[in-house]
């Protein structure tokens, strides 16, 4: 396999990728899989995505694979936050943390009650 580009993207622009090669040729095993995962996984609307990633990228030391992280796995609190952010060499600070938390819960789906 070949690598063409490697720019971070979201869960919903690899499944747009993954639909348009699915229908100019067959998919590989492995590619295949990952659009079905991706058909169940993908959670936010075209719309919520753009306004999302505009209003993340405003965001002053946010870098756009955090964006693309953030917009992936939609973190429901500051914990799950701070635990995406536990790799990074400068952390963002708690108040950027709160506001980060804000802008994700706007778009976040909300959870069944059991």
């Known amino acids: 396999m070949k690598i063409i580009d490697a720019t971070p993207i979201t ?13 100019e040729k067959d ?6 899989i990952t659009i079905e ?11 919520d995505l753009k306004s999302t990633t ?5 965001i002053e030391g946010l870098k756009e694979h955090q964006i693309m992280a ?3 796995l939609l973190p429901k609190d500051e914990t799950e936050m701070n635990t995406l952010f536990m790799k990074e060499r400068v952390k963002p600070e708690k108040e950027k943390i ?4 804000k802008i994700i819960s706007k778009v976040r789906p909300k959870e069944k009650k059991k």
């Open 70 to 72: 953030l917009l992936n």
């Open 98 to 101: 709160t506001q980060l938390t």
């Open 54 to 58: 505009e209003e993340l990228s405003k």
């Open 37 to 47: 995962y991706l058909r169940t996984c993908t959670m936010l609307t075209k719309k």
């Open 11 to 23: 869960f919903s622009g690899a499944k747009d990728i993954l639909a348009k090669m699915e229908k």
């Open 27 to 32: 998919l590989g095993y492995e590619q295949k």
